[in-house]
Protein backbone atom coordinates (compact mmCIF):
# COMPACT_ATOMS: atom_id res chain seq x y z
CA UNK A 1 0.00 0.00 0.00
CA UNK A 2 1.08 3.53 -0.55
CA UNK A 3 1.64 6.03 2.34
CA UNK A 4 2.86 9.39 2.40
CA UNK A 5 3.83 11.12 4.75
CA UNK A 6 4.74 14.95 5.26
CA UNK A 7 7.19 16.35 7.65
CA UNK A 8 8.77 20.42 8.58
CA UNK A 9 8.22 22.98 11.28
CA UNK A 10 4.76 23.66 11.58
CA UNK A 11 5.74 27.39 12.34
CA UNK A 12 7.79 29.66 10.02
CA UNK A 13 8.70 33.39 10.29
CA UNK A 14 7.30 35.86 7.51
CA UNK A 15 10.70 36.33 4.93
CA UNK A 16 11.81 32.81 5.81
CA UNK A 17 11.61 29.40 3.45
CA UNK A 18 9.41 26.87 4.49
CA UNK A 19 10.80 23.52 3.77
CA UNK A 20 8.54 20.58 4.29
CA UNK A 21 9.55 16.37 2.82
CA UNK A 22 7.42 14.04 1.81
CA UNK A 23 8.33 10.34 3.30
CA UNK A 24 7.40 7.32 0.57
CA UNK A 25 6.27 4.04 1.89
CA UNK A 26 5.79 1.49 -1.29
CA UNK A 27 6.50 3.54 -3.68
CA UNK A 28 9.39 5.26 -5.09
CA UNK A 29 10.08 8.21 -7.38
CA UNK A 30 12.44 6.50 -9.65
CA UNK A 31 8.99 4.59 -10.90
CA UNK A 32 7.80 6.13 -14.47
CA UNK A 33 4.30 6.86 -14.93
CA UNK A 34 3.76 8.61 -11.56
CA UNK A 35 4.66 12.16 -10.75
CA UNK A 36 4.28 13.48 -7.23
CA UNK A 37 3.17 16.67 -6.25
CA UNK A 38 2.72 19.24 -3.32
CA UNK A 39 -0.69 20.71 -3.19
CA UNK A 40 -1.99 23.57 -0.23
CA UNK A 41 -5.31 24.27 0.88
CA UNK A 42 -5.27 27.55 2.88
CA UNK A 43 -7.71 27.87 5.90
CA UNK A 44 -11.31 27.68 4.87
CA UNK A 45 -9.97 27.60 0.71
CA UNK A 46 -9.61 25.41 -2.13
CA UNK A 47 -7.05 23.37 -3.40
CA UNK A 48 -3.97 25.33 -4.99
CA UNK A 49 -1.60 22.99 -6.83
CA UNK A 50 2.15 24.33 -5.88
CA UNK A 51 3.89 21.80 -8.17
CA UNK A 52 5.39 18.28 -8.98
CA UNK A 53 8.95 16.54 -9.72
CA UNK A 54 8.75 13.71 -12.02
CA UNK A 55 11.12 10.47 -11.68
CA UNK A 56 13.50 11.84 -14.80
CA UNK A 57 13.98 15.13 -12.38
CA UNK A 58 11.90 17.43 -14.56
CA UNK A 59 10.03 20.00 -12.73
CA UNK A 60 7.02 22.09 -13.07
CA UNK A 61 5.32 24.90 -10.95
CA UNK A 62 2.03 26.57 -10.44
CA UNK A 63 3.01 29.63 -12.54
CA UNK A 64 1.66 32.19 -9.40
CA UNK A 65 4.39 30.63 -6.98
CA UNK A 66 6.89 29.57 -9.84
CA UNK A 67 9.25 32.18 -8.64
CA UNK A 68 9.48 31.24 -5.07
CA UNK A 69 9.31 27.65 -5.44
CA UNK A 70 11.54 24.74 -5.81
CA UNK A 71 10.69 20.71 -5.34
CA UNK A 72 13.69 18.30 -4.98
CA UNK A 73 13.89 14.77 -4.69
CA UNK A 74 16.61 13.16 -2.31
CA UNK A 75 18.82 10.65 -3.87
CA UNK A 76 17.45 7.47 -2.41
CA UNK A 77 14.12 8.17 -4.41
CA UNK A 78 11.79 8.00 -1.54
CA UNK A 79 11.70 11.10 -0.38
CA UNK A 80 11.07 14.25 -1.96
CA UNK A 81 10.76 17.98 -0.70
CA UNK A 82 9.57 21.45 -0.80
CA UNK A 83 11.29 24.89 -0.70
CA UNK A 84 9.07 27.77 -1.05
CA UNK A 85 10.83 31.28 0.00
CA UNK A 86 10.08 34.47 1.34
CA UNK A 87 6.65 33.26 3.26
CA UNK A 88 4.19 35.55 3.69
CA UNK A 89 0.76 34.93 6.17
CA UNK A 90 -0.48 34.25 2.48
CA UNK A 91 1.26 31.23 2.58
CA UNK A 92 0.34 29.57 5.82
CA UNK A 93 -2.19 26.48 4.62
CA UNK A 94 -2.47 22.99 5.11
CA UNK A 95 0.18 21.29 2.60
CA UNK A 96 -0.38 17.44 0.71
CA UNK A 97 1.60 15.83 -0.57
CA UNK A 98 0.46 14.06 -3.68
CA UNK A 99 1.25 10.50 -5.85
CA UNK A 100 -0.25 11.38 -9.13
CA UNK A 101 -1.14 9.37 -12.56
CA UNK A 102 -0.55 10.43 -15.96
CA UNK A 103 -3.11 9.03 -18.74
CA UNK A 104 -5.88 10.12 -17.78
CA UNK A 105 -4.55 12.03 -14.87
CA UNK A 106 -5.67 11.96 -11.31
CA UNK A 107 -4.14 12.48 -7.60
CA UNK A 108 -4.26 8.85 -5.85
CA UNK A 109 -2.68 8.72 -2.99
CA UNK A 110 -2.58 11.85 -0.85
CA UNK A 111 -0.84 12.33 2.76
CA UNK A 112 -2.49 13.58 5.64
CA UNK A 113 -1.43 16.78 5.00
CA UNK A 114 0.08 19.15 7.60
CA UNK A 115 -0.51 22.63 8.68
CA UNK A 116 2.17 25.15 8.31
CA UNK A 117 1.41 28.97 10.04
CA UNK A 118 3.41 31.30 9.03
CA UNK A 119 4.07 34.27 12.00
CA UNK A 120 6.36 36.28 13.50
CA UNK B 1 -3.22 31.02 -17.45
CA UNK B 2 -6.42 28.89 -17.70
CA UNK B 3 -9.03 27.99 -14.43
CA UNK B 4 -11.96 25.67 -13.59
CA UNK B 5 -14.90 27.23 -12.14
CA UNK B 6 -17.41 25.77 -9.71
CA UNK B 7 -20.52 26.60 -8.15
CA UNK B 8 -19.66 27.61 -4.29
CA UNK B 9 -22.46 25.82 -3.01
CA UNK B 10 -25.40 22.76 -3.68
CA UNK B 11 -28.04 21.06 -1.71
CA UNK B 12 -29.94 18.08 -2.09
CA UNK B 13 -32.73 16.23 -0.56
CA UNK B 14 -31.99 13.01 0.83
CA UNK B 15 -31.60 10.09 -1.56
CA UNK B 16 -32.21 13.13 -4.62
CA UNK B 17 -30.04 13.06 -7.98
CA UNK B 18 -27.67 16.43 -7.52
CA UNK B 19 -25.45 17.71 -10.58
CA UNK B 20 -22.35 19.52 -9.70
CA UNK B 21 -20.50 21.38 -12.06
CA UNK B 22 -16.92 22.72 -13.68
CA UNK B 23 -16.11 24.82 -16.82
CA UNK B 24 -12.74 25.29 -18.16
CA UNK B 25 -11.43 25.75 -21.33
CA UNK B 26 -8.39 22.93 -20.15
CA UNK B 27 -11.79 20.47 -20.26
CA UNK B 28 -12.14 20.47 -23.94
CA UNK B 29 -8.39 19.06 -24.41
CA UNK B 30 -8.06 16.33 -20.95
CA UNK B 31 -10.62 14.69 -18.80
CA UNK B 32 -11.15 15.40 -15.22
CA UNK B 33 -10.59 13.97 -12.23
CA UNK B 34 -13.04 14.61 -9.17
CA UNK B 35 -12.69 14.86 -5.42
CA UNK B 36 -14.28 14.31 -2.28
CA UNK B 37 -13.44 16.49 1.24
CA UNK B 38 -14.69 15.95 4.32
CA UNK B 39 -14.18 18.12 7.23
CA UNK B 40 -10.99 17.76 8.78
CA UNK B 41 -9.19 15.27 6.21
CA UNK B 42 -7.52 14.96 2.97
CA UNK B 43 -9.54 14.76 -0.58
CA UNK B 44 -9.99 11.36 -2.09
CA UNK B 45 -10.30 10.83 -5.99
CA UNK B 46 -13.49 9.67 -6.95
CA UNK B 47 -13.75 9.97 -10.44
CA UNK B 48 -11.14 10.14 -13.25
CA UNK B 49 -11.06 10.18 -17.14
CA UNK B 50 -14.19 9.68 -19.41
CA UNK B 51 -15.94 8.24 -16.28
CA UNK B 52 -14.18 5.93 -13.82
CA UNK B 53 -14.73 5.25 -10.53
CA UNK B 54 -11.41 3.78 -8.32
CA UNK B 55 -12.25 0.36 -5.99
CA UNK B 56 -14.65 1.57 -2.93
CA UNK B 57 -16.59 4.48 -4.89
CA UNK B 58 -20.06 4.05 -5.03
CA UNK B 59 -22.15 3.45 -8.59
CA UNK B 60 -23.81 6.58 -7.29
CA UNK B 61 -21.18 8.33 -8.29
CA UNK B 62 -20.64 9.20 -12.07
CA UNK B 63 -19.63 11.88 -14.49
CA UNK B 64 -19.51 13.11 -17.92
CA UNK B 65 -17.43 15.83 -19.48
CA UNK B 66 -18.79 17.78 -22.47
CA UNK B 67 -16.98 20.33 -24.01
CA UNK B 68 -15.46 22.79 -22.00
CA UNK B 69 -17.55 21.87 -18.96
CA UNK B 70 -17.62 18.73 -16.90
CA UNK B 71 -20.37 17.18 -13.98
CA UNK B 72 -20.27 15.16 -11.33
CA UNK B 73 -23.64 13.63 -10.46
CA UNK B 74 -24.43 11.52 -7.52
CA UNK B 75 -27.73 9.94 -7.87
CA UNK B 76 -29.89 8.94 -4.80
CA UNK B 77 -27.56 10.97 -2.56
CA UNK B 78 -26.59 9.85 1.15
CA UNK B 79 -26.21 12.11 4.53
CA UNK B 80 -22.44 10.33 4.11
CA UNK B 81 -22.01 12.35 0.52
CA UNK B 82 -21.97 15.87 2.93
CA UNK B 83 -18.37 16.84 1.67
CA UNK B 84 -16.60 19.38 -0.58
CA UNK B 85 -16.27 18.73 -4.16
CA UNK B 86 -12.57 19.44 -6.59
CA UNK B 87 -12.33 19.17 -9.89
CA UNK B 88 -9.45 19.28 -11.47
CA UNK B 89 -7.69 19.13 -15.14
CA UNK B 90 -4.60 19.32 -16.95
CA UNK B 91 -3.86 22.70 -17.82
CA UNK B 92 -4.42 24.08 -21.78
CA UNK B 93 -0.57 23.69 -22.00
CA UNK B 94 -0.89 20.04 -20.63
CA UNK B 95 2.23 20.41 -17.90
CA UNK B 96 0.15 22.02 -15.42
CA UNK B 97 -2.47 21.32 -13.33
CA UNK B 98 -5.32 22.95 -11.96
CA UNK B 99 -7.75 22.85 -9.54
CA UNK B 100 -11.75 24.21 -9.40
CA UNK B 101 -12.78 26.29 -6.30
CA UNK B 102 -14.37 24.00 -4.93
CA UNK B 103 -18.64 22.71 -4.68
CA UNK B 104 -19.77 22.38 -0.67
CA UNK B 105 -22.31 20.13 -0.97
CA UNK B 106 -25.36 20.02 1.52
CA UNK B 107 -27.46 17.10 2.17
CA UNK B 108 -30.71 18.04 3.99
Redesign the interface.
Known amino acids: QVQLQESGPGLVKPSETLSLTCSLSGASISTGGYYWNWIRQRPGKGLEWIGYIYYSGDTYYNPSLESRVTISADPSKTQFSLDLTSVTAADTAVYFCVRGLFGPHYFDFWGQGTLVTVSS | ?SELTQDPAVSVALGQTVTIRCQGDSLSN??P?W?Q?KSGQ????IL???N?R?PGVPDRFSGSSPGNSATLTITGAQAEDEA?Y?C???ETDG????????TKLTVL
Open positions: SYYSYQAPVVFGKNPDYSSRDRFLFGGG
